[in-house]
């Protein structure tokens, strides 16, 4: 592919493949369901790709969303993304249609490529805009094949060819906040470049692995925890569209998997799972674990069948690696998630005044560093929020020990986490609210022993009304992913409010009574 005028980004992640391609043409980057690619065959689809999209009029900074389940055709999209200087925007499949709509609608791509199966899904979403996109399906008998041309109906002219800076964004992952709207936050090439280096840093990985990949990709963790690593260092992705336990377990079995990441509820499934104590876990000689705390009984099971388990803590604005527990800690450092990974710096800070904490203290969790993201995407006010000083306001109340530990223990803000996905209570809320015979709600996370945390709907129904539990329940998840609904509902007279009217969500968890579903 002809290199555009401009100085060459040292940090871009394009060039990872045509390096691999050089050293070791041959080895096996991806494996997806038996099925093999090559770094050879990777680099060469992606900037097949790369030069279809340019010469389509396609122009950095441009966007390309898409709705797919985790495949070798999104890891080739994404490399030719990286090589045009095109972001990628990763859509959930697991989100309800006006949910779908939204985000597309927000994120203005130039194009949507999607999975054949998901294709109605894009349809219905695509169908909510006034002026949608073109539509091409992934793969080489699809967008590889032919690229339609770019949609730009905000009138934006096309940026001139150049190269790849290292500071271009190359991810826009939507996540959700206390915002009742999710929020899309650009990653830069130099922010997925120095995120792979701490954590290759901490964690070390060759070209000798086999990494197997569960996490979804429309999730930050399904690309920059171990995925892009392997990339860079030429080991082999098992990549699964799906996580399913019986699967899992046989491909740790069989294939000599050494090393995967997954959220605390994805060790549990394996965990309980009728195969768990007869699979040969031998090959497996770590595991990363985020998303949530583990808890402590599910990693001594682990322990137990000799996998050594990492902890951390990280978050879609950070790229997401900010801290780390190494096993050996684990034993005597319990419910904490580590220091900080090499390249990034945290601190606490004082919720109040914003002062720096010193010592052992607790405050609210700040970050910085080269793997910090720049900004919301079309959002300056919550940038500048989220941004202060220097530093990223995480939102969560943690503490640090003597010996530089951090542990979480709570979150400032209202979102809760049930399975490793972040949900707003002010987003469900929203759903619920649509209902006529809903007055007025609330949503909390609870403690659930497979889920970490599930939503917990406290609801005031209008004078006469019978809606159900559960019809609540199937009304949420007609608007919301099926995750986010609320897996049970009290019915209540009024809600705790504070003087300036906010619901006082400690005293509906304290004070919780029986669900009705």
Not at 134 to 157: A, C, I, K
Request: proline content about 8%; glycine content about 8%; hydrophobic content about 40%.
């Amino acid at each position: 592919m002809p290199v555009p005028p401009g100085e060459p980004g040292w940090h871009t992640l394009g060039r990872w493949t045509r390096d691999r391609a050089r050293l070791a043409p041959d080895k096996v980057a991806v494996d997806h369901r038996g099925a093999t690619t090559t770094y050879a065959e990777l680099d060469a689809r992606a900037t097949g790709l790369a030069e279809r999209l340019l010469r389509a009029g396609y122009a950095p900074g441009d966007r390309i969303a898409t709705l797919t389940h985790n495949s070798t055709d999104h890891v080739v999209l994404f490399f030719a993304c990286a090589k045009a200087g095109l972001v990628l925007v990763p859509m959930s499949w697991r989100l309800a249609t006006e949910e779908l709509a939204y985000q597309l609608r927000h994120a203005r791509p130039a194009l949507v490529a999607v999975q054949a199966g998901l294709a109605a899904d894009a349809r219905a979403a695509l169908a909510q805009l006034d002026v949608p996109p073109p539509v091409e399906l992934l793969g080489p008998d699809g967008v590889e094949q032919h690229v339609p041309g770019p949609s730009r109906p905000d009138g934006v002219p096309a940026s001139a060819p150049r190269s790849v800076a290292d500071d271009d964004p190359l991810l826009l992952i939507y996540t959700s906040g206390t915002a009742r709207a999710p929020r899309g936050v650009l990653l830069s090439h130099e922010n997925c470049f120095w995120t792979n280096l701490s954590l290759s840093l901490a964690t070390g990985m060759t070209n000798q692995d086999v990494v197997l990949s569960v996490l979804p990709q429309f999730h930050v963790g399904g690309w920059n925890i171990q995925p892009l690593l392997a990339w860079w260092t030429g080991a082999t992705v098992i990549l699964e569209p799906d996580f399913d336990a019986g699967s899992v377990l046989h491909l740790l079995d069989r294939r000599r998997v050494t090393t995967m990441m997954g959220v605390p509820t994805t060790y549990q499934r394996l965990a309980e799972h009728p195969g768990f104590a007869a699979a040969d876990l031998a090959g497996l000689t770590h595991a990363v674990v985020g998303g949530a705390p583990m808890p402590e009984p599910l990693l001594h099971t682990w322990n137990e069948r000799g996998v050594r388990i990492i902890q951390g803590y990280g978050l879609t604005e950070a790229s997401p690696n900010v801290l780390a527990l190494p096993s050996a800690e684990a034993v005597d450092h319990v419910g904490s998630v580590g220091k900080p990974y090499p390249h990034v710096e945290v601190a606490l800070t004082d919720p109040s005044s914003g002062a720096l904490l010193h010592g052992a203290a607790r405050g609210e969790l700040v970050v910085r560093g080269p793997a910090v993201f720049a900004g919301y995407f079309r959002d300056p006010e919550a940038t500048a929020t989220a941004l202060q000083g220097g530093w990223l306001h995480t939102g969560d109340l943690a503490e640090r020990d003597a010996d530089g530990f951090y542990r979480i223990v709570d979150r400032l803000t209202d979102m809760y986490i049930s399975g490793g996905e972040n949900i707003s209570p002010a987003e469900v809320e929203a759903a619920l609210a649509k209902h006529p015979d809903v007055v007025d709600v609330a949503v909390v996370g609870v403690p659930d022993q497979r889920w970490g945390e599930v939503g917990h709907a406290f609801v005031v129904r209008a004078p006469d009304a019978t809606v159900s539990a559960d019809e609540l329940v199937e009304h949420c998840r007609a608007h919301l992913a099926t995750f986010k609904a609320p897996r049970s509902v009290s019915f209540v007279e009024h809600l705790p409010r504070t003087a300036l009217h906010k619901v006082r969500r400690s005293a509906l968890r304290t004070g919780r009574t029986e669900a009705s579903s």
